[in-house]
T-cell receptor, first 117, second 111 residues
Framework: AQTVTQSQPEMSVQEAETVTLSCTYD???????LFWYKQPPSRQMILVIR??????QNATENRFSVNFQKAAKSFSLKISDSQLGDAAMYFC??????????????FGKGTHLIIQP | DAGVTQSPTHLIKTRGQQVTLRCSPK?????VSWYQQALGQGPQFIFQ???????QRGNFPDRFSGHQFPNYSSELNVNALLLGDSALYLC??????????FGPGTRLTVL
């Protein structure tokens, strides 16, 4: 079974600075997807960024980027120029590639990100 | 364009009762997944419905069952409620792709 581990229960960063959230996973599959989701106090889960395992290039979305190390099974999220609106729970998630659309996601326990003004 | 909607927002039940939660997928989506998120934890996959059939299932007992209707909306049913079933229940929809769009969730409290 696949597992996702987030070892940082809470992180704090000053506004406008950069923060990196860590995630490791375990799988025997060679093709899969990795995601970072954001869950603010409103509870709505929002996709931040995704990475296909077959792609060597790290995904980026504006201020958000990932460092995907397939051999080490590591998938960290870097948030640059942190903003107050970035404060939320961040979840790392894994999905196998089945070729038939979205599969059930396996989530980590989350990292609570605090932005200090 | 309406996103994923869930009802009710919050409900309270007692042990042993049965509950039904509802989900309407994002317009154009045909696949619905359900997740349980206990307090302070990440969501756990319950099951996924596609073409009115259960396509995948996570490690949940048979007390958890579901249904998908021809309009792609879905229900999650939980029988014989336990205190441990108290959680936020999230619905997510997708269409022929990897990205799942989540609803705001239903907070279930079992007393």
């Amino acid at each position: 079974a696949q597992t996702v581990t987030q070892s940082q229960p809470e992180m704090s960063v000053q506004e406008a600075e950069t923060v990196t959230l860590s995630c490791t996973y375990d799988t025997s599959e060679s093709d899969y997807y990795l995601f970072w989701y954001k869950q603010p106090p409103s509870r709505q889960m929002i996709l931040v960024i995704r990475q296909e395992a077959y792609k060597q290039q790290n995904a980026t979305e504006n201020r958000f980027s990932v460092n995907f190390q397939k051999a080490a099974k590591s998938f960290s999220l870097k948030i640059s120029d942190s903003q107050l609106g970035d404060a939320a729970m961040y979840f790392c998630a894994y999905s196998p590639y089945s070729g038939g659309g979205a599969d059930g996601l396996t989530f980590g326990k989350g990292t609570h990100l605090i932005i200090q003004p | 364009d309406a996103g994923v909607t869930q009802s009710p927002t919050h409900l309270i039940k007692t042990r042993g009762q049965q509950v039904t939660l509802r989900c309407s997928p994002k317009s154009g989506h045909d696949t619905v997944s359900w997740y349980q998120q206990a307090l302070g934890q990440g969501p756990q996959f319950i099951f996924q419905y596609y073409e009115e059939e259960e396509r995948q299932r996570g490690n949940f007992p048979d007390r958890f069952s579901g249904h998908q209707f021809p309009n792609y909306s879905s229900e999650l049913n939980v029988n014989a409620l336990l205190l441990g079933d108290s959680a936020l229940y999230l619905c997510a929809s997708s269409f022929s792709g990897v990205e799942q769009f989540f609803g705001p969730g239903t907070r279930l409290t079992v007393l």
